[in-house]
């Protein structure tokens, strides 16, 4: 690399690199793993208010080779010879899940917005890109054109994890993000996914505000009190008009073995198909094949593991409080406490955001072999959610990841739905044209 003192300004060798590699201030800092604060720290690097360590400057000369390599060893990068049947963008994409289905049947993702950094370390591993970062502060019209919106959007508020706080948390007001996108560029189609309860959140009011803006059929303005950015708060205005039905499905009904209910929302714009097209005739949801599910199917056997490699079997500590609480609730008369399965079990329960805190809504039984219950694998909780065993699973730490999956989607169901989702637009497009 060239020497500090033959680059005659720092500042500007340090914008011009990240420009060339196409990467914001957080992206950047992400990808010389540095801390929260690393956007700041990027900012005044260059604006010429400090200079970075000799060895940091190391670093930013050879991000491009490691960018590079990174790439070069993507499972999953986009084959650009293949011939594209359709773009697409993937919002609040985690680490891709939803992506995996729509590239599969030959579309190109065009777009990725994605704000946690270990979660574009996954994604930038796996699929060979650096994904933007908060969406709240991309402007839509740098949105590339796309045909069809994918967004798993921030589904806490929803949840019973997260109280159930909807529109009133700044994560339950994602949605209006993806409704400014979609005013700016009206995509053919979208698929949204969410939290089973976001259908019954707020008496089923939350939902149906939803579904009417996205239909262009919103009777009252949303409240201003709801936290949104003003491009948001300005394409409330834009009427939409597409086509919308959702349905909640579960992942155990579509080949894994997980008892995971989300609920989907789909959409096909009306403007663009006309008045030739009647989506209640031509789209059908995917149809559930329901084959039998067992746990056995995605564990791997950790028999003979080293006990200094066994960071799954959880501690005397933990497992008598697991036990502990199991019992109070039992004499409170609730449900609520751990969760063991075996390999013979038809299913688990959800595995979520907090798997990695103690692992009590899955734990494996070990009694057989004379030891306590544990943790999943990171290579079993990407099968339990139908991730190809190509996907590389270490690229953060067994916490992270853990975290990563839990907010995650199942494969299996996504790409079920997809694939009537592209059957839809195939209909569809032949119907307008005629």
Known sequence: MPSSNKITNTSQYIRNTR????LGLTEFANLLGMSSTGERTVRGWESGEHKPTPKRLEDIHNLEDKLDVIREKAPFRHN???????????LFAGIGGIRLPFQEMG???????????????????????????????????????????????????????GLKKGFSDTRGTMFFEIQRILAEHRPKAFLLENVKQLRGHDKGRTLNTILEILRGEAKQKVPSNIPMSKESRHALSDSLNYWVDYKVLRAGDFGAPQNRERIFIIGYDKD?????VNFDDIFIWPVAPKTPTKVGNILENLDKIKPEDDKYTISDKLWQGHQRRLAQHKKKGNGFGYSLVDKDSEYTNTISARYYKDGSEILVDQIRLKKNPRKLTSRECARLQGFPKEFIVDAVSQCQMYKQFGNSVCVNVI?????????TMLKAEKKRTL
């Open 80 to 90: 650009k010879r293949k011939k594209t049947k359709f773009k697409f963008i993937d």
């Open 272 to 276: 663009y198909y006309g008045e030739n």
């Open 107 to 161: 579309g190109e993702c065009v777009f990725t917005s994605e704000w946690d950094k270990f979660a574009q370390k996954t994604y930038i591993a796996n699929f060979g890109e650096v994904p933007d970062g908060d969406i709240t502060k991309i402007k839509a019209s740098d949105i590339p054109e796309h045909d069809i919106l994918l967004a798993g959007f921030p589904c806490q508020t929803f949840s019973q994890a």
């Open 19 to 22: 420009e060339r590699l196409g």
């Open 415 to 423: 790409r079920a739905v997809a694939v009537q989702v592209n059957k």
